[in-house]
């Protein structure tokens, strides 16, 4: 019984991790296009800042997998 509700965890912590900065890193790659489209002068400082922010919103997903991996451990 134990074991189920560990992988039940395992399965959620996973699945939220990642839909949360899935859904940003699209709102943000969007925003940025956009906004590369309309002032594209810009393009490199946007580039630049987008690539900084998406790395942070990753970041989120890998704690998750490492939270993911360190109830799994505990099976």
């Known amino acids: 019984m134990t ?9 959620l912590v996973m699945g939220i991790a990642t ?34 922010a998406l790395a942070f919103m990753e970041a989120l997903t890998i704690y998750g997998l490492l939270i993911a991996f360190m109830l799994l451990l505990r099976m």
């Open 19 to 52: 839909i949360g900065p899935g859904l940003g890193q699209g709102t943000a790659a969007a925003k940025a296009m956009e906004g590369m489209a309309r002032q594209p002068e810009v393009a490199g400082e946007l580039r630049t800042t987008l690539i900084i």
């Open 3 to 11: 074991s189920a509700i560990i992988a039940l965890a395992v399965a």
